[in-house]
C-alpha cells in the first residue's frame, strides 16, 4: 500500500503526481500484466535477446554516424 503524506497547503494535483510516480516505480502494473498470461522461460529469452541485439545495433549505428 502506498502512503502519500500531503503537506499542509500543497495542491491535489502535485500530490496526485507524486502517487503517480511512487505507483509507476513500483511495477504493480508491469507484474499484472506479466502474470496474465504465462510465457515459457525460453521464450522470454529469447525477447530479451533479440532487445539487446536491437539496442546494440542503435549504439553501433550512433557511434558511426
Not at 39 to 52: E, G, H, L, N, Y
Amino acid at each position: 500500500m502506498l502512503i502519500i503524506p500531503v503537506k499542509e497547503g500543497e495542491n491535489i494535483d502535485r500530490a496526485l503526481k507524486r502517487y503517480k510516480r511512487k505507483f509507476s516505480n513500483t511495477k504493480t502494473m508491469q507484474q499484472l500484466r506479466n502474470r496474465k498470461q504465462f510465457t515459457k522461460p525460453s521464450v522470454a529469452k529469447r525477447a530479451q535477446m533479440i532487445k539487446a541485439s536491437y539496442v546494440q545495433g542503435l549504439r553501433t549505428q550512433e557511434e558511426v554516424g
